[in-house]
Nanobody
Framework: VQLQASGGGLVQAGGSLRLSCAAS????????MGWYRQAPGKQRELVAQ???????NYADSVKGRFTISRDNAKNTEYLQMNSLTPEDTAVYYC????????????????WGQGTLVTVSS
């Protein structure tokens, strides 16, 4: 199973970006998908997560500005980021939690490569 993230780039403060993360390979089910970010000199932190049933949770710093969504048929998640600020500058990583390749396989988590988001002031 591989996760491919895309959509990062350079944007001015107040602007928007949409990140995508597609999971590929032998996938039977994915329990949850999420986005994390890591700014220079800081620890990786959870940005948003969406569970298979559709429930979501967000970091307080992005509530009301970011929206996570998921296309279960495509095993793809999205992160719509609006009203970006320089504090949102970071490498964003997607992950997939408790991925099973078949009904009887054990599950494991996967990470995608990071995509850099830079917000200029």
């Amino acid at each position: 199973v591989q996760l491919q993230a895309s959509g990062g780039g350079l944007v001015q403060a107040g602007g928007s970006l949409r990140l995508s993360c597609a999971a590929s390979g032998r996938i039977f089910s994915i329990n949850a998908m999420g986005w994390y970010r890591q700014a220079p000199g800081k620890q990786r932190e959870l940005v948003a997560q969406i569970i298979s049933g559709g429930s979501t949770n967000y970091a307080d710093s992005v509530k009301g500005r970011f929206t996570i969504s998921r296309d279960n048929a495509k095993n793809t998640e999205y992160l719509q980021m609006n009203s970006l600020t320089p504090e949102d500058t970071a490498v964003y990583y997607c992950n997939a939690v408790r991925v099973k390749s078949s009904l009887y396989d054990s599950s494991r988590d996967y990470w995608g490569q990071g995509t850099l988001v830079t917000v200029s002031s």
